[in-house]
Structure formats: C-alpha cells, structure tokens
C-alpha cells in the first residue's frame, strides 16, 4: 500500500468529487482514478459510490477513512520531527478552538508562534468540542482547545487550561435583572433560551445542568457565534446560561449566578494525541502557551504585592 494511494483516498473523501480533489492535488484525474482503483484492488473492497454529481464513502470506505488518517498524520509527524532535530521548525500546525474558549488568547498565541516559527504554516479551524476532539483522535487536527469532552483516552490527552462557574445573561429590563438573586434550573426553566448547538462546550455543560436537575428545557434561539448569542439576549429576545467570562463581552447584560452545576463545571483543556504521535509544532505551541501562562501569573504575583 503507498503513502501516495492513501492521499488520494483521503483527498477524494474530503472533496466527495474526482475533479475537485484532483485540482487540489494537481495531479490529472485519469490519475487519481487509477491510483484510488489500485487501492481497492490491494483491500479488495469498493471503497466510493460513484455518482455523477459526487462519490461518497462506501462502509468499506468509512473504515478506511480513519485509519488512513492516522497513518497520514504520523508520516508528517515524523518528516517534523527530523527537521526539528536539525534544528529548523517547518511543515504545518493544524489546531481547531471553540470560540471565546476560556485560558487562551488564541491569536495572540498564534502570532507569538510565528514570530518564532515562521516556516511553519498555520491552519485554523472552529468547530464545536465534539467535533475537535474527532479531528484530532483521527489526525486531521494537531490539537485542539476545547472543553473538556471526556476523560483521557489512549487515543486523547488533555492539558487544563481553565474552570469557571456558569452565569445566566439577561437584559437589564428582565424580571430576573430586577430581582438580582442567584437562579437555579427549576427557576429559569419557563425562559426562552439562546445558546449555541449542542455540541458546543457551553450548551453541554448547560444541557447536563438541566438533565441533572430533571427540568426539561427548549432551545428555540440557537446560534453558532458568541456575538449572536449576546446581541439576541440584548434584544431581550431570550435569556442565556454561559460561560462566566462571557460576561465581559457585554456588559450592559445582567449576569446572575447559575446555580446547580458545581463551582467550576465549565472546564477548557487543550487535546492532543498521545505522546509520541504529537508533532514538533504541536509541542512548541504548547510550550509556548504554558510560558505565557506562567508569565502572566508571576504579573498578577507583582501587581497584588505592588498593590498591599
């Protein structure tokens, strides 16, 4: 089996079209055809259904399809890793975030990278935390800042980054702004909600609050950005359990204690794979973060010392 035949697999898979992912490759169609034909030979098995409009991926395929990612990931990981030895960082840093995700700046700790490492090329991609901790089980993402899905796995590892309680988000003119006491599941439970899809980090955590609790809620206003959420919530449209630190992105919201999910139920980490299929890159990022955080503390050290 070659590492070529796999690529194009992948390619094809991605793309779900011939043409597409053999402009993407730049090699000629005939070519990748032939190429993804041998490779169904070798496992003799149908690996697309082709249509006129696109192929997708047989049950043969699916099974493929995870495995050659892997073994892909690992090829580039190893490339890194002898130029890391020569002393050269290069190839390409694949990192997925939740937005506003707690613990990180995100692009100032990519700038701080390139600065450092500019022969490295940096992809981003958000999504939600379910489907960042796919991408990098399967070595389509390097690592990934998200919250904290599920234990370690031998597939997964997490590094902490932050905690933090929830906050119920109000318009001022709210009955609860008014009120200004701490609410709980059974008390919110009648609201019109905002929050996000449910396999982002906040709506989990809100989710398993309610479930906990055994109060049944509806989401009738669901976004997938931060700042529609909070301009809905400011149009009273609807009220929102997040993240503490949400808060700071609105200030003219009311934001009430959220009872009932513990002290730090929002926790954020960064996935990685296990050790020894971490990249070079993968690894410098984290360093780097982990200076920074540290670097950060010992300002705040200062400033309260300075201040008493």
Not at 63 to 92: K, M, N, P, S, Y
Not at 102 to 113: E, K, Q, S
């Amino acid at each position: 089996m070659e590492l070529r035949h796999l690529q194009h697999f992948v390619a094809v898979a991605e793309d779900q079209h011939f043409t597409r992912a053999a402009e993407r490759l730049m090699v000629s169609q005939s070519g990748l055809s032939a190429s993804i034909r041998a490779l169904e030979r070798e496992l003799r098995a149908p690996l697309f259904v082709r249509t006129t409009r696109r192929v997708t991926l047989t049950e043969a395929g699916r099974a493929l399809l995870g495995e050659a990612e892997r073994i892909l990931a690992q090829v580039r990981a190893a490339h890194e890793a002898v130029a890391a030895v020569q002393g050269v960082l290069r190839g390409t840093l694949t990192l997925g975030t939740e937005q506003c995700i707690a613990g990180v700046d995100v692009a100032g700790l990519l700038a701080a990278f390139r600065r450092r490492h500019p022969e490295v090329e940096i992809r981003l991609r958000q999504a939600g935390s379910g489907a960042l901790a796919e991408g990098v089980a399967a070595g389509r993402l390097d690592l990934a800042f998200t919250y904290r899905t599920q234990a370690d796995t031998d597939q997964l590892r997490s590094v902490a980054l932050a905690g933090e309680p929830m906050t119920v988000l109000c318009h001022p003119g709210h009955r609860f702004a008014a009120a200004g006491a701490p609410l709980t599941p059974e008390e919110v439970s009648g609201e019109v909600f905002v929050d996000f899809h449910p396999d982002w980090g906040p709506r989990r955590v809100t989710d398993a609050a309610f479930s906990a609790a055994g109060v049944d809620r509806t989401v009738p206003l669901e976004v997938n950005d931060v700042h529609g959420l909070l301009d809905l919530v400011d149009e009273n449209l609807g009220i929102a359990v997040v993240p503490r630190h949400f808060r700071h992105k609105r200030p003219s919201l009311t934001a009430l204690p959220f009872q009932g999910t513990g002290e730090r139920p929002y926790e954020t980490v960064v996935l990685l794979p296990p050790e020894q299929a971490t990249s070079p890159a993968a690894r410098a990022l984290v360093t780097l973060l982990e200076s920074r955080v540290d670097r950060a503390g010992a300002d705040r050290a200062d400033a309260d010392r300075s201040g008493s």
